[in-house]
Nanobody, 130 residues
């Protein structure tokens, strides 16, 4: 079964940290740029961070710059999102998404806004509350 599985969500106090992980099952993430999205209740899904196929390019939403760090380990077939200095506005379901990149000219790109990935994960809840 081809799927993405997120893990690492939970309840954390304001100012705390969490590390989310996105793991691929049944396929290799090496051929994909990966994006982390989040969706809070009553709000649209927004791109939080993305990373290119080989990790050379990363992008962040303004709301998380300097607090979140995306990384990938193609050998382990995972992409992580390290989140620090969390605040209640970060509360959301976090999803990872995989965009297949076949054109070598696009290997260095990732997509913060595109919502047509080949794969979506099922999401993991992050709640920031005291």
């Amino acid at each position: 079964q081809l799927q993405l599985v997120e893990s690492g969500g939970g309840l954390v106090q304001p100012g705390g940290s969490l590390r989310l992980s996105c793991a691929a099952s049944g396929f290799s993430l090496y051929d994909y740029a990966i994006t982390w999205f989040r969706q809070a209740p009553g709000k649209e899904r927004e791109g939080v961070s993305c990373i290119s196929r080989r990790g050379g390019r990363t992008m962040y939403a303004d709301s998380v710059k300097g607090r979140f760090t995306i990384s990938r380990d193609n050998a382990k077939n995972t992409v992580d999102l390290q989140m620090a200095s969390l605040n209640p506005e970060d509360t959301a379901v976090y999803y990872c998404a995989a965009h297949e990149i076949r054109n070598a000219l696009l290997y260095g790109l990732c997509f913060l806004s595109r919502r047509d990935p080949q794969y979506w994960g099922q999401g993991t809840q992050v709640t920031v509350s005291s």
